[in-house]
């Protein structure tokens, strides 16, 4: 009976699975492997199960007993396949989604196991095994440090691959050989082939053609990959495909950090401020932000740059100082901060640091971008040429709206303060279009205050007033109190603050709409206690005592 018992939760584990309720899998299957000794398939099913709900232990030791049952019972194909899992999963998933540097010790205990599994097939046997043989070579190719000649290599060798998946129409073979292929064209300059590559692989992984880790993977490396090339309508896309490819998978924490963490800089660029808030918090949960440490460190980055636009620079501070530990680097944000707070000097070193680490064009743009408003500002004039001169050079040699508009707002800026305000503005109108079309409200913000500084200084009072009201009320919806300060004296609108810090400011704005403290700490993401003592602070700086007070006081002196 106890036998027959354990058949049925079998069956019952690979119907959760087939219905990607990976808890109940694993729990079932965890349950079932201490009364009978699994097949390969259930071990391997069990690895599954045990990778995405994060047992990473559990897992390599189910596919390593499958991978020997298999050896023992002469299923040389099988094993292979098994062996070349094993040595995937020593490069880590985050490594190969990313397709960035690994440990070198990661990469020899991975080609250990690709030897072990070529060992295994008869030379003279042609089979899709030999595909796989081919995923992890490639991979080595794309993360090595021989520069274009190694990326030629790992094209080279994905393209076997994907040819031999064809073959044998294997669609786990092509999603996986393509997802490498399209990053080692990516980064070969070859950016319209290989997004069109990953675009393919994406294809197959969203309709289930191939298993829930090689899924996972795929989507995450299309985000990374969208994401550095400031493919902007791309990682819209992919973000939202992966969000849902996640949301689909019950009882799964693998990928979730690194899902949430894009999630929260999508949210960020849209100007959804306080989600992208609540999406970051979610990441840094230990239980899923422990298996992936750089969508950890990117979670705390998306939180401190949050904080920073809104004037809370002590949260700002602490997240980018936890995102330094975890191994990002806190920059532009950091810088920026700083800058806000008045230590120039020490902004335009930790920007100049950055630009001498950053290795590749694309990685200088924020921080060229940010360069050029912190030099701006200590009237460094020549440097800030320099750095817009870059900006102009990446944008030319990628076809990228997004880049495009960051050198056109840069250039503006700079025009601007050498007093050309016709050519800025033009620049600025353009870069304003763009961020509009792409629904990216803070950058608009930036380019029409920018635009409003033009006509004053072109005396055009009527367009100065326009372009300031637009700006002011963009950063009034995103509560980006710094930037709504500036843009309000550019019309000389009244920035008096009756002694109210710009979160108290911001506590009495959300008063007035009719908010409760708990609903005001949902919204700012603090703890109800701190809303309590912003409201009792502005209570007494502005002479009132209840709610309704506050309210009459701030629409009469304009503070709403």
């Known amino acids: 009976m106890a036998v ?91 490594e190969i989604a990313q397709a960035s540097g690994c440990l070198p010790a ?68 092509i999603a996986l050989a393509g997802m490498i292929l399209g990053r080692a064209l990516i980064r070969s300059g070859r950016e319209h082939h290989g997004m069109s590559v990953l675009e393919d692989s994406v294809s197959i ?37 992966l969000a849902g490819w996640c949301g689909r998978q019950q009882g799964m924490v693998q990928f979730r950090a690194r899902s ?14 306080s989600a ?21 460190a990117e979670a705390l980055y998306e939180q401190g740059e949050i904080f920073r636009r809104r004037g809370d620079l002590g949260a700002a501070e602490d997240a980018f100082r936890r995102a330094g530990q975890m191994g990002c680097d806190p920059q532009p944000g950091l810088a920026f901060l700083r800058f806000v707070v008045g230590d120039t000097d020490t ?35 020549d440097g800030a040429v320099g750095a817009v001169q870059e900006l102009e050079a990446i944008a030319s040699t990628h076809d990228s709206p997004f880049l495009d508009a960051t050198a056109r707002q840069a250039k503006g800026e700079l025009l601007l ?33 920018l635009a409003a500084r033009c006509c004053r200084m072109l005396g055009d009072e009527d367009t100065m007033v326009l372009e300031a009201e637009t700006a002011v009320r963009i950063f009034a919806e995103l509560g980006a109190g710094r930037d709504l300060m500036d843009a309000q004296e550019v019309i000389g609108k009244s920035v008096e603050t009756h002694g109210l810090t710009s979160r108290e400011l911001e506590v009495l704005r959300l008063v ?3 908010l409760t403290n708990k609903a005001i700490a949902e919204e700012l993401v603090v703890s109800v206690r701190t809303v309590d003592s912003h409201v009792s602070n502005l209570f007494t700086k502005l002479g009132v005592t209840n709610r309704a007070a506050a309210t009459d006081y701030a629409h009469r002196h304009d503070l709403t």
């Open 4 to 94: 027959r018992a354990d058949v049925d939760m079998l069956e019952r584990a690979r119907e959760a699975a087939d219905g990607r309720r990976w808890g109940e899998a694993y729990e079932i299957l965890s349950r079932v492997d201490q009364g009978m000794a699994l097949g390969p398939e259930d071990l391997e099913l069990l690895s599954t199960a045990a990778f995405l709900t994060g047992h990473r232990d559990v897992s390599r030791q189910a596919s390593l007993r499958a991978y020997q049952i298999w050896v023992n019972s002469g299923e040389n194909r099988k094993a292979a396949r098994g062996a070349v899992r094993l040595g995937l999963d020593k490069l880590d998933t985050a």
């Open 347 to 381: 902004a335009a070193a930790s920007i100049a640091r950055a630009l001498a680490e950053a290795s590749t064009p694309l990685e200088r743009v924020e921080l060229l971008a940010a360069q050029t408003e912190i030099l701006i500002s200590i009237r460094d004039l």
């Open 205 to 241: 992984a969203r309709e289930g053609e191939v298993s829930a880790p090689v899924s996972g993977m795929i989507l995450a490396a299309a985000v990374k990959a969208a994401e550095e090339q400031w493919d902007l309508l791309r990682f819209d896309r992919f973000v939202r495909a």
């Open 417 to 449: 303060a050498e007093g050309e305000a016709v050519s800025a503005l033009e620049h600025l109108r353009e870069a304003s279009r763009v961020w509009r079309q792409f629904d990216l409200p803070y950058e608009q913000g930036q380019a029409r205050a």
């Open 106 to 173: 990661s990469l020899s205990s991975c080609s250990a196991w690709v030897a072990q599994a070529s060992a295994l097939l008869d030379d003279k046997e042609d089979c899709v095994e030999r595909g796989y043989l081919l995923v992890p070579l490639a991979f080595e190719h794309l993360v090595g440090r021989g520069g274009l000649e190694a990326l030629e290599e790992s094209v080279g060798v994905a393209e076997q691959a994907v040819e031999i998946g064809r073959r044998f129409d294997d669609r786990e073979l």
């Open 260 to 273: 949430l963490a894009h999630e929260a800089t999508l949210n960020r660029f849209h100007g959804r401020w």
């Open 276 to 296: 992208a808030l609540n999406l970051a918090e979610e990441a840094t949960n230990p239980v899923i932000g422990s298996l992936d440490q750089s969508a950890l």
């Open 512 to 514: 007035t709409r009719g």
